[in-house]
């Protein structure tokens, strides 16, 4: 993933789709990572809410460095 601009944020507070994900959480181990447009963009859910398809390659990115141990 070089030359991407990528930061990881602790959230300290819910976030409104953690909500679907935490009830899964109780089955099972899980964590959450969040793919998102910026910490001034509207949040998911809204009507305002766009995902701007440009960041699914970092998502991918992401995950498959994830997976590969990276």
Known sequence: MQGKDLRLV?????????EDFGHYTKLTKGSMIYIGNGE????????EY???DELIETAVELF????EGE
């Not at 001034?40 to 009507?47: G, K, M």
């Not at 498959?64 to 997976?67: E, I, N, T, Y």
């Open 40 to 47: 001034t963009y509207p949040h998911i859910h809204t009507q």
């Open 64 to 67: 498959k460095g994830l997976a």
């Open 50 to 52: 766009d995902f701007r």
């Open 10 to 18: 602790e959230m300290t507070e819910a976030f409104r789709a953690s």
